[in-house]
Every structure is written in C-alpha cells, then in structure tokens.
T-cell receptor, first 115, second 112 residues
Framework: GAVVSQHPSRVICKSGTSVKIECRSLDFQATTMFWYRQFPKQSLMLMATSNEGSKATYEQGVEKDKFLINHASLTLSTLTVTSAHPEDSSFYIC???????????FGSGTRLTVV | QKEVEQDPGPLSVPEGAIVSLNCTYSNSAFQYFMWYRQYSRKGPELLMYTYSSGNKEDGRFTAQVDKSSKYISLFIRDSQPSDSATYLCAMSRSGGSYIPTFGRGTSLIVHP
C-alpha cells in the first residue's frame, strides 16, 4: 500500500529557531500533500495544502510566513516552522492521497517541543 | 454546530466485547466516509473507506453509513487490547480535492 514517510519523529528546539519537517511519498507520486496540526485529545486541524510546483494554500488563521511550505518534487513536501515559540509546540502530521487508492495515507507525525 | 460530531470518550470495554463507534454530520454533500485508527504519538492509519450508504466489512471491522440520518458507525467484533487507540471518522465531498473533514476522535480502551 501507499507509504508516507515523515521525519523527524520528534524534535526539541529553542525559542526563536526554525525547524524543518519532511514528508515523503515512498511508492507513489503526490502532486498534493496536506499538513495538519493536532493538539492533545483534539482532532486533526488542516493547516495547508501543499501543491507541487506552486504555492501552498493555507487555511484561515494559519500564518503562511510562520509555517513555510515547499513542495519541490512529486515525492517531497517540507514544512518549516520559523522563529518557533512554545505555543507552536504540537504534533504535526502530513498526508497524501495516492490516486490509485481510496482514502489518505498519513505520515507518522512529528512531535515538536519548543523550549 | 461542527460539521462532524464525534464523542471523544473514553470508551472502556472488556476484551471480546463488540464495540460501536459513531459519528454524525451535518453536511449532506459528504459522499466518502472513512475511519482511521491512531495510536498514541503516531499518525492515523486508514481502516475503512466507504462510499455512500450501506455496510462494508473487513475482518473484525464493519463500517456502516446511513446518509438519510447523517450517521456513520464502526463496529469492532471480538475486541482486543491491541485495538486500544483513538478512532477518527472522516468524510469528504464528491468532486473537488476530496480533502476530508475529521471528527475529534473517540478514545477506545479494551481491557483484558
């Protein structure tokens, strides 16, 4: 089945620094990938839709200058949290849809802790 | 009112019990219905995918959709401790980009 690899699984960074999270589709090409944020015991909140070769589409209330998304190839999308603050600490998850299959495949998530 | 409502639980059952997980929704445009299982600190894993009304069975899991009532269910037979996880329902519209809308998830605990 479709596999989405996400790295790192866990990262701790200092306030003010930037963190990059990678999301790769391993056995299929994904022209579109999605980035979610999840707080404890809460649902997935869609942050943005990443489009290969073009600008990402951000959901209302998500700061595009803070959460930089790059989708430079059909198998890789990156999310960079810039100038991170403790309130950015959360679980970030990417997903992609293999058009040959039903449903969406998710990465394993990245636990970001900003200290 | 949220588009998708799901009781967060926790739902605690003994091993071997039949589990019923449910979601309601308000948008009649939803055509595709999914159930995901999420273990702690992991990404969601697709369990079931259905289109329109009816039942779909896969091993111990049965997904049921009632579009007239805007109500979907996931049944787990012979529940096991390894089924302990959060179960999220998700649904999407026909056409467009099919971006799913998720429920908040129900925490299931199956105790031995």
């Amino acid at each position: 089945g479709a596999v989405v690899s996400q790295h790192p699984s866990r990262v701790i960074c200092k306030s003010g620094t930037s963190v990059k999270i990678e999301c790769r589709s391993l056995d299929f090409q994904a022209t579109t990938m999605f980035w979610y944020r999840q707080f404890p015991k809460q649902s997935l909140m869609l942050m943005a839709t990443s489009n290969e070769g073009s600008k990402a589409t951000y959901e209302q209330g998500v700061e595009k200058d803070k959460f930089l998304i790059n989708h430079a190839s059909l198998t890789l999308s990156t999310l960079t949290v810039t100038s991170a603050h403790p309130e950015d600490s959360s679980f970030y998850i990417c997903s992609a849809r293999d058009h040959g299959l039903s449903g969406y495949t998710f990465g394993s998530g990245t636990r970001l802790t900003v200290v | 009112q949220k588009e998708v409502e799901q009781d967060p639980g926790p739902l605690s059952v003994p091993e071997g019990a039949i589990v019923s997980l449910n979601c309601t929704y308000s948008n009649s445009a939803f055509q595709y219905f999914m159930w995901y299982r999420q273990y702690s600190r992991k990404g969601p894993e697709l369990l079931m995918y259905t289109y329109s009304s009816g039942n779909k069975e896969d091993g111990r899991f049965t997904a049921q959709v009632d579009k007239s009532s805007k109500y979907i269910s996931l049944f787990i037979r012979d529940s096991q401790p390894s089924d302990s996880a959060t179960y999220l329902c998700a649904m999407s519209r026909s056409g467009g980009s099919y971006i799913p809308t998720f429920g908040r998830g129900t925490s299931l605990i199956v105790h031995p």
